[in-house]
């Protein structure tokens, strides 16, 4: 669907849902109700959050520049190698689809085999928008468990993988 | 909960007013873009929510979901992060909604994990690039990985008790 009219039958289905929702209020229709008190309550309890999170998301992308990232990319080696791959994903938007070209071209400038399925796994899990929406709506606790057992083991797994697949000769195509 | 994320909201916020008044403008202009550009979509997937939890009855969240739902849950919310394509500003709001309803972190980490690394949908896709036996392997490490989450998390917040 284009974009507009999907903006079109998304607002139509809100009116819908108002108008529904205030007849089911006025004709003291049950369901009705209790669905509208459960819409406004949940309603509220997002508005607390989310114009934090967009505030934090959008400082972000002011303040952090990816060219910078990508342009130490590469060049350490060893565990640095794997630490620009956290940072570069962090500063990743959108999810897997946007991360493979930019893993291929990572590659292709040099990246090693281990460091480019590394980033692939981390933009997946730790890009930081992503997480600072994450941790207003689940609380810090939730994701740092999540970063703290997933990163190590996205690590290693990248770094078998890419041993394995550098003695294969294996390659990223396109 | 909520007191830390306005403190450090408004911490930022400070630091970047004394760094640079202009950059900190755009940086609001951005923000109310994205969040009038996103509300639609999050007010329809908030009606579907409160639709859907009006007409399942507790019990039945309960039993799919819920804290004694045991692996089955975490298994439900494996394959349904694997399979649905959800951006984050849609996925952590409605993980948000279904704590309140009480299910418990231990799956709703399985379901966002699966969720960002996951992709049976995007399969084709990552097979271009990768080819078919690595995109396998990297998708089983994932949802490995994910389940090992999935289990931490359930032993941390105590869902889980040894």
Redesign the interface.
């Known amino acids: 669907m284009k974009p507009r009219r999907k ?1 079109i039958v ?2 139509a ?2 009116a819908g ?1 108002a108008v529904f929702a205030g007849v089911s209020l006025m004709a003291d229709f049950k ?1 009705g109700r ?3 008190a ?2 406004t309550s ?2 509220w ?2 508005m ?12 972000f ?3 952090v520049k990816r060219e910078m990232v990508i342009r130490h990319f590469g060049h350490g080696s060893g565990i640095r190698g794997y630490l620009w791959a956290i940072l570069l994903a962090g500063t990743t938007i959108g ?3 946007v991360a ?2 930019l ?2 071209s990572l590659h292709k400038k040099g990246a090693k085999l281990g460091v480019t ?1 590394a980033y ?2 981390f933009s ?2 730790c ?1 930081i ?2 997480t600072l ?10 994701t740092a ?2 970063l703290a ?2 990163i190590p ?2 690590t290693i ?1 990248a770094v078998l ?1 890419g041993r394995y ?1 550098t003695k294969r000769g ?1 390659d ?3 | 909960m909520h007191i830390y994320l306005y403190i450090i909201t408004a911490a930022a916020l400070v630091v970047s007013v004394i760094a640079s008044r202009k950059k900190t403008l755009a940086a609001f202009k951005i923000a109310a873009t994205r969040f009038f550009k996103v509300l639609p979509v999050f007010l329809v997937m908030l009606i579907l929510f409160a639709v859907s939890i009006t007409f399942l009855p507790n019990e039945v969240i309960g039993k799919l979901l819920g804290r004694n739902s045991g692996p089955f849950g975490v298994a439900i919310a494996s394959v349904v992060g694997s399979i649905t394509l959800m951006p984050g500003f849609i996925a952590f709001p409605l993980c948000g909604a279904l704590l309140g309803k009480g299910v418990p972190y231990m799956v709703l980490s399985a379901f966002t994990t699966t969720l960002m690394n996951v992709g049976i949908l995007t399969y084709p896709l990552e097979r271009r690039y990768l080819g078919r036996g690595v995109t396998l392997v990297r998708n089983g490490v994932c949802l490995a990985v994910a389940l090992i989450v999935a289990v931490v998390t359930g032993l941390v917040f105590g869902e889980i008790r040894l």
Do not use: H
Request: net charge neutral; aromatic share 18%; glycine share 8%.
């Open positions: 903006l998304n607002l289905l809100i849902f369901p209790q669905i509208g459960t819409f949940t309603l309890e997002m607390k959050l989310l114009p934090c999170a967009f505030v934090l998301i959008a400082l992308d002011v303040w999810g897997l689809y493979f070209p893993a291929y399925f692939i796994g997946g899990i890009r928008p992503m929406f994450e941790a207003s709506f689940m609380g810090a606790k939730f468990v999540r057992v997933s083991l996205i797994a993988m697949l294996y990223i195509t396109e």
